[in-house]
């Protein structure tokens, strides 16, 4: 919940009623009304887990209610009225702080609830909890316009992910016009027999014959359509486009009196050989990323789809975009319009027709040009005119070359600088369209909780001298520099301020451990931390205990993390204690 211009306690009392609001949601099944009570996970006492944040504003509330001004809350470490310390860290986001880490103000807060996954009729239940727990989140921001709430549950990245589609069409057929318009302009030229906008289209309708054969092939083998089919087309466009395009240019280099048949097979020989060879670089690549050698399913199958589509684009342009050309051929060889089919006048029977209706039919016929201009039909292309006549003459100029050498070591250098800050790590906004709720969610995760890392698990799984001073010691200096949820440095603690030394003998550190610490109710929680063991003369020994650390980043600089974690991992590896990271 984003929450700028709402106060810490105004905010206190709103998670107060949404919470309540949340709690009381309830699943109709027969016989029986299923709430949260019922599906969510438990703790030691039979009660539900929930967020310590939601303990701190009922503290925070009960003590402005009552005008108690002893209570305050700190950040990222909060100690509540009975003493316990509870990590706030990703559950305040935004914070503000005065002196002492005291929070001044909060620009979000974030709520987690835990569900159970049992078994099937509790998964089910489950399914339906978490959809009336996003109406009842959505119902609640209509009543509270001031904040900003953002619900997401474990099936929401999924949903998502399944209507990228759906959500996409209107892009799709945005990017599809523009193709189109380009096709058909790469297309035309101002001779109106000479050019070919209709080939442009139907390279397109080529295309796409292809791509809904190769779909209809797919579904017919069994395969399942994912949004990550969306990439297919695109690559197709590149493939196809490129065949249609050698084609209609090794068109264009042959001679006008020559048949259309002869002028198709000379169309052939000429660009097939180099459309074939791309083509087969396309199924290598491809086929490399279908084979068993890719361990990502998702990748592979994308990457099998796209050697059958390419295929048959391939199969598709050889057949019927050739035929086209054939069809547009003999419509130029009679000089009928390219667009309108129609017989096209000489220019003699135009000089009284108006300008527009002159230039619609600009044309050039074979019996007005000259055995050397012949050659040189085609030239009138926008294109082929400036590459010709300027770019070439420009790109060759002698003062112009260092200027290209300089240019492309420019462009390498910043190839390099952007190669090396390539980094490792997935965004779950990369995956699924924009404007949904798995984008709303993560854009305020990272911009709200990205103070503070995710709880790293802090594992020793031997029996140690917890109780010699220089074990202490390590285990300290291994966990320096991090936030840390310890029972280790609670009991610590715990023994300082009853000016009790660390050092005390094993049985006396433990029995204390047992019988005084874990008794108490703010330090009760840590029973789960920490594995004891009798052994055959009754003495206790702990076998096994666990610590959590957080670590202070930022959202531009995650690097730094991935390699503190790797540290800890090399550290656990040659550290003479038993330790997992």
């Known amino acids: 919940m984003s929450m700028a211009d709402v106060s810490l306690e105004k905010s206190a009392t709103m998670m107060s009623h949404l919470h309540a609001a949340v ?66 860290g990703h559950q305040l986001g935004g914070v503000t702080v005065h002196s002492k880490d005291r929070v001044k103000s909060a620009e979000a807060i974030q709520l987690t609830y835990y569900l159970q996954s049992i078994n099937s009729l509790n998964d089910m239940v489950a399914e339906r909890w978490e959809s009336s727990f996003c109406d009842t989140v959505r119902l609640f921001q209509k009543s509270n316009s001031k904040v900003k709430m953002y619900p997401y549950t474990s099936s929401s990245l999924r949903e998502d992910f399944q209507k990228t589609s759906r959500v996409s069409e209107r892009y799709l057929v945005t990017s599809l016009i523009l193709v189109v318009t380009m096709a058909i302009l790469c297309c035309s030229m101002q001779d109106c027999v000479r050019s070919k906008p209709w080939l442009g289209l139907l390279g ?44 209609l240019s090794s068109w264009r280099k042959t001679r006008e009196d020559q048949h259309v048949k002869e002028r198709t097979a000379a169309v052939y020989a000429d660009s097939m050989l180099s459309f074939s060879l791309t083509t087969a670089m396309y199924l290598v ?35 019927f975009y050739g ?7 003999y419509i130029e060889n009679n000089y009928q319009h390219s667009i309108f089919c129609r017989k096209v006048p000489k220019p003699e029977a135009l000089q009284e027709k108006p300008a527009w209706y002159r ?18 039909t085609y030239e009138s292309h926008l294109l082929v005119c400036f590459l010709k006549r300027y770019y070439c003459d420009w790109i060759t100029n002698t003062y112009v070359k260092p200027f290209v050498v300089l240019f492309y070591l420019i462009y390498i250098s910043f190839a390099l600088m952007g190669y090396l800050q390539v980094s490792e790590g997935s965004d779950l906004s990369n995956i699924v369209a924009t404007a949904t709720q798995t ?39 291994y966990t320096k520099g991090f936030v840390r949820i310890s029972w280790f440095e609670s009991y610590l603690n715990y023994l300082r301020k009853l000016n009790v030394s660390t050092g005390l003998p094993k049985k006396n550190f433990t029995d204390m451990l047992r019988n005084s610490f874990l008794k108490a109710p ?5 029973q789960e931390d920490i594995i004891f063991s009798k052994k055959y003369n009754d003495e206790v020994d702990v076998v096994a205990s666990r610590m959590f650390l957080v670590a202070k980043t930022m959202e531009t600089n995650r690097e730094e993390l991935y390699d503190l974690l790797e540290t800890l991992r090399r550290l656990s590896v040659t550290s003479k204690l038993c330790l997992q990271i």
């Open 285 to 319: 690549t491809f086929g490399i990323g279908a084979s068993p050698f890719t361990n990502i399913e998702a990748a592979r199958i994308f990457c099998c789809n796209s050697c059958i589509a390419i295929l048959f684009n391939y199969l598709y342009v050889l057949s």
């Open 323 to 329: 035929s086209s050309l054939v069809f547009t051929g």
């Open 439 to 477: 984008i709303e969610y993560t854009t305020a995760q990272q911009k709200y909780f990205s103070n503070y890392s995710p709880v790293i698990g802090f594992y020793i799984y031997e029996s140690i001298e917890y109780w010699n001073t220089s074990v202490q010691e390590d285990v300290l200096e």
């Open 23 to 88: 709690t009381k949601i309830q699943v109709p099944r027969p016989g029986f009304n299923y709430t949260f009570a019922h599906i969510c996970i438990l703790n030691n006492d039979k009660t539900c887990i929930v967020d310590d944040i939601v303990h701190v504003l009922e503290e925070l509330k009960n003590a402005r209610a009552t005008n108690r001004t002893n209570f305050a809350i700190t950040y990222p470490i909060t100690h509540l009225k009975d003493g316990r310390a509870v990590y706030n």
């Open 359 to 376: 230039f619609l039919l600009t044309a050039r016929f074979s019996e007005d040009t000259t055995e050397g201009e012949e050659a040189n």
């Open 522 to 526: 703010q330090f009760s929680h840590f």
């Open 204 to 247: 397109l309708v080529t295309i796409s014959l292809a791509t809904l054969t190769a779909a209809g092939i797919i579904n017919l083998t069994g395969g399942k359509y994912n949004s990550t089919f969306l990439g297919v087309p695109f690559v197709m466009l590149g493939h196809g486009l490129y065949g249609t395009f050698e084609m």
